[in-house]
């Protein structure tokens, strides 16, 4: 992943905000599927399940290594190969390796996040290999040449009209802007493609170590065509997808589609855990399942942030985040994005490099309330910032702004002295006189502070502080409330 610098997020965040349109989308997609998620989680009358999925993931963390190598052994009884990838390059050589071995010239893709955090796809069309998602909004992308901005809706940013227009250009039909006749045009498109390509690239929703099988939910019905129509199949997972038990992996999967599409089940369901048997009408001769770790490793080792590895992808918190609402997936520079995109890209890519990310969440906490497995983002944000503002060995994170540190150091000094306070505001209210304007707002501060400004008025500072006004008004009769003592101390 490239860098997120201060220019290009606030250039994507400045031109979601100014593009009415996705505005309207982002908007409609909060408002049914946010608050629908709430709703779920309010009435379910098993009000214990979210926090007993997020125990098991948690518990299955603890002992990975032992849940994952009963998954490859369960996963290897039936005939499937299974590779464990440290990295993206070992994840990437080897789906290459299988595809050059079987000759492959066409793959079809589904529900691999996993395939654009690892960026596997210009290495296969480097290879001569034409590379095909299948799920609708995938393929839209796609062809657009665009980036996904949402986990489970990745063309939210674009409109039918828009979706119309690109079909006419790309496939060759008559605009139309009619949403099944666009559906049954990319059907009909997929569908040679499906029936014609030599592997399948899938992700992995969840897998289960008990059961040796990976599980896909969708509802198009893409996955069940990419998952056995191919000879080959391959599927990325990432090492932290594991669940130990099929008790566990069917209360995951119940809340991943509940938060994800308030459905109570997706339309299609796929179990994958091997090639056909021989009794078997349809499926895979050959089945390799890819773990790849490609720095959760660092994570799991690291209590403070851990928990991020809990996060089943639903999508649910982009649905309600403020800031995601308003900015849309672009700025975030990732296949992850929203408040998620804000924990977990710096942590598997650089928390400098995406220091933007972790400073651009509000911390108001909607993540975590509707998170299904209660992850909680906003301290990790938090987490982040720490690390931002004072270097960390650990992570390898230089401190991202001294003078940003010397200022909260130095602010931290003023708040902690009331005298040394009250003088600064006196000096402050002198200061601010040339800046203040006739609509008594402050239009312009100077320097850094001027980010402040450049999109909004500030108050001035009040001509009287609240303790002032007291001290004015009771301070012979009643105690200071700011300081829980008269001023004369007693
Ligand atoms: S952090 Fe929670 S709400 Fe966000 S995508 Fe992950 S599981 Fe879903």
Redesign the pocket.
């Known amino acids: 992943m490239s860098a997120t610098t201060p220019s290009n997020y606030r250039t994507a965040a400045t031109a979601g905000i100014a593009s009415p349109r996705l505005q309207k989308s982002l908007h409609g997609l909060q408002n049914r599927f946010g608050k629908g998620a709430m709703e779920i989680w309010a009435t379910m009358t098993d009000q214990e399940m979210r926090r007993r999925v997020k125990d098991a993931r948690m518990n299955t963390f603890a002992h990975l290594d032992i849940i994952l190598a009963e998954l490859a052994k369960n996963v290897r009884t039936r005939g499937g190969q299974v590779h464990f990838a440290a990295t993206a390059q070992d994840a990437i050589a080897y789906t290459l390796a299988v595809a050059k071995r079987h000759k492959v010239n066409r793959v079809v893709k589904g529900k691999s996040m996993t395939s654009m955090e690892i960026n596997i796809d210009p290495v296969l069309e480097d290879a001569g290999i034409e590379v095909v998602e299948t799920d609708l909004g995938e393929y839209i992308i796609q062809l657009a040449g665009d980036k996904p901005s949402h ?1 489970i809706a990745p063309c939210i940013h674009l409109d039918r009209n828009q979706i119309g227009e690109l079909f006419e250009e790309k496939l060759g039909i008559d605009y139309t802007n009619d949403p099944p006749t666009l559906t049954m045009a990319a059907r009909r498109a997929l569908r040679e493609k499906m029936l014609t390509a030599e592997m399948g690239l899938t992700g992995c929703n969840l897998a289960c170590a008990e059961t040796g099988h990976i599980s896909l939910v969708s509802n198009e019905g893409n996955i069940r065509m990419t998952t056995t129509m191919p000879p080959v199949l391959v599927a990325l997972m990432g090492m932290e997808r594991v669940v130990a038990t099929l008790d566990e992996h069917r209360e995951a999967l119940q809340l991943l589609t509940q ?1 994800a599409a308030l459905q109570k089940l997706s339309t299609y369901v796929s179990f994958l855990g091997g090639p056909a048997a021989e009794d078997d009408p349809d499926g895979p001769k050959e089945f390799h399942l890819v773990i790849i770790d490609n720095g959760r490793s660092k994570i799991l080792a690291d209590p403070e942030f851990r928990e991020v590895l809990a ?7 982009l649905n309600i985040c403020p800031v995601y609402g308003k900015i849309g997936g672009h700025a975030y520079n990732s296949p992850y994005c929203g ?2 995109g804000g924990v977990v890209t710096p942590l598997l890519d650089g928390i400098n490099k995406h220091a933007d990310l972790c400073k651009g969440e509000t911390l108001c906490g909607a ?1 975590k309330d ?4 209660e ?1 909680d ?1 906003p301290r990790m944000l938090a987490a982040l910032r720490h690390k931002l503002a004072y270097g960390s060995d650990l992570w390898n994170t230089s401190q991202h702004s001294p003078a940003e540190a010397y200022v909260y150091s130095f602010w931290k000094i003023v708040i902690g002295n009331p005298r040394f306070f009250r003088l600064m505001l006196r000096t402050g209210r002198f200061l601010q006189r040339p800046f203040v304007r006739k609509n008594k707002m402050v239009r312009k501060m100077l320097g850094f502070a001027g980010g402040w400004t450049k999109g909004r008025d500030l108050p001035p500072l009040a001509r009287q502080t609240f303790a002032e006004l007291w001290k004015e008004k009771y301070a012979a009769t009643r105690p200071n409330p700011i300081e829980g003592q008269n001023e004369e101390g007693n």
Do not use: E, Q, S
């Open positions: 986990i938060a996060c089943i992808r639903c999508g649910a918190c408040p998620i993540c509707i998170c299904p497995v992850n983002l």
